[in-house]
């Protein structure tokens, strides 16, 4: 299991290196026009529409970004599948369609349907469309069939899996959707208490989805609450009013810029370099818009441990900022834009207390996350593989090389009758072979490869360094165009 929510982690990592841009487009943009939008300057709704079109579509980015990265073979018809899975369960159950299965009004369609296109049907989508590819993509169906044999075959299958499975979520959705409205609502009368209750859960739901309905109770009219419109238009009490927004300040402009800090020098050395550019941005978008998915996706699968963590700290910080009475509201997310915007209103109570909270938090988050990545080994990112890898080519050869070391390690490899399948990690070619005799090891080293390890009966990994996916696409050019 630990390893299937490695390779999941693995394979967020391209969809999630794009949101730290378009999070910072939106916060700008939101910056700019606060109230409007975009409504009352074209620069703002430049921006926020850009940035929009990237966060806005997070859980379709999910779907394909998994399907491709969890197949076996990294081919196209696998994304394709990921984009059709998550197309036929959110089609079915949009509340449109919903209301025509259950012949009622869309109006009586229960809320959680509303809520169907999250991050976690992306996922799920993703991870059947791969396991379709994994099962499908090399099946041969008779000669009156033979179009749809093969690649063609996978998004047919991953559409009917995806069929069944909206008919599970159809029953078992506003079930759980439900339970967590009624859950909320419940802690709602417990004050600092319930506050902390709902940051706990509101981070832990995160990759579900399902944190939508603990905010329908909290931040809007569902249960008489409001806390983000009441805080904004100044109805409420001051110091009370707020309770459940201020304590995600000091976590998201602090926490997790923090936590990523950590992860930063928890890295290998030579991954230092990659793991900054993440981390940077990731850091960067929490603290300056308030949108973290980039940096807790980034280790939410890879290291659940420590996510839950971050969910407790969470449900901690909205308890101390609810109990002293320190209030501040977005509108947007917890961020530097919202924090500036809102500590102006008349329902602000000693919100830069926020910042010397959060400053507490940066040190509690950075101690935290080092001593549980150091005691326990936990595999965040920098920190993949094995310690005696090395760099085997330069920062920056020419493609010459990389043909040179592709052709050889080919065929040393035992070529075309003997390898099944090429891929690659950050550094390493993961490849499958139908004889591990036929493998000779030594010519393989001789290219000047960090290290070979045999993982199985037909598997090997080849060490190459960060620079792997250049000789892993050499690789494929020779094999046939095809991993």
């Avoid at 966060?55 to 081919?75: H, S, Y």
């Avoid at 169906?141 to 179009?147: G, M, S, V, Y």
């Avoid at 008489?224 to 100044?234: A, H, P």
């Amino acid at each position: 299991m630990m390893k299937y929510l490695q390779n999941l982690g693995r394979s967020l990592m391209l969809p999630v290196a794009v949101l730290p841009a378009a999070a910072i487009l939106m916060g700008i943009g939101y910056w700019i026009d606060p109230s409007g939008w975009g409504e009352e300057n074209a620069a703002a709704a430049f921006l926020i529409t850009a940035g929009s079109s990237i966060i806005d579509n997070i859980p379709i980015l999910f779907a394909v970004g998994v399907a491709l990265g969890m197949a076996k073979e990294r081919d196209g018809s696998a994304a394709l599948s990921g984009l059709v899975a998550f197309l036929v369960t959110t089609t079915l159950l949009d509340p449109e369609s919903v209301a025509m299965l259950q012949g009622v009004e869309e109006s009586a369609v229960d809320p959680a349907f509303e809520n169907i296109s999250n991050a976690f049907v992306g996922i799920l989508s993703g991870a059947i469309a791969a396991n379709m590819y994994n099962r499908f993509s090399h099946v041969k169906l008779p000669d009156a069939l033979a179009f749809f044999s093969g690649k063609r075959l996978v998004p047919i299958m991953s559409a009917v899996s995806m069929i069944l499975t909206s008919v599970v979520l159809f029953f078992v959705w506003p079930v759980v959707y439900t339970g967590l409205v009624n859950f909320g609502t419940a802690i709602s009368d417990l004050g600092a208490t319930g506050a902390g209750l709902y940051g706990f859960f509101n981070r832990l739901l995160i990759p579900t989805g399902l944190h939508h309905a603990l905010n329908s109770v909290f931040w809007f009219d569902v249960a008489g609450i409001n806390d983000i419109g009441n805080f904004w238009d100044g109805n409420g009490e001051k110091g009370v009013t707020g309770m459940y927004q201020a304590g995600f300040f000091p976590v998201m402009m602090f926490g997790l810029p923090a936590a990523g800090l950590a992860m930063y020098h928890a890295a290998k050395t030579k991954k230092k370099k990659q793991v900054a550019s993440l981390m940077l941005a990731a850091g960067f978008a929490a603290f300056f818009t308030g949108v973290t998915e980039p940096m807790e996706f980034a280790f939410m699968f890879v290291a659940p441990a420590l996510y839950v963590v971050h969910a407790a700290l969470t449900g901690i910080s909205l308890a101390i900022a609810s109990l002293f009475n320190w209030t501040a509201g977005f509108g947007f997310s917890a961020g530097f834009v919202d924090f500036v915007l809102s500590s102006r209103l008349p329902l602000a109570n000693q919100p830069f207390m926020l910042i010397v909270q959060g400053l507490f938090f940066a040190v509690i988050y950075y101690v935290v996350f080092r001593f549980m990545i150091a005691k326990f080994n936990i595999t965040t990112p920098g920190r993949e593989e094995d310690d005696n890898e090395a760099e085997a080519v330069e920062e920056n050869p020419g493609i010459g090389k990389f043909e040179v070391m592709a052709s050889e390690i080919y065929e040393g490899l035992g070529g075309k009758e003997n390898i099944a399948t090429i891929d690659n990690c950050v550094t390493r070619l993961r490849l499958e072979v139908e004889d591990m005799d036929a493998v000779d090891q030594e010519k393989i080293k001789a290219t000047g490869v960090p290290g070979i390890n045999v993982v199985g009966k037909n598997s090997i990994q080849v060490i190459v360094g960060t620079q792997v996916q250049f000789v892993a696409d050499e690789m494929v050019k020779i094999h046939g165009g095809n991993k």
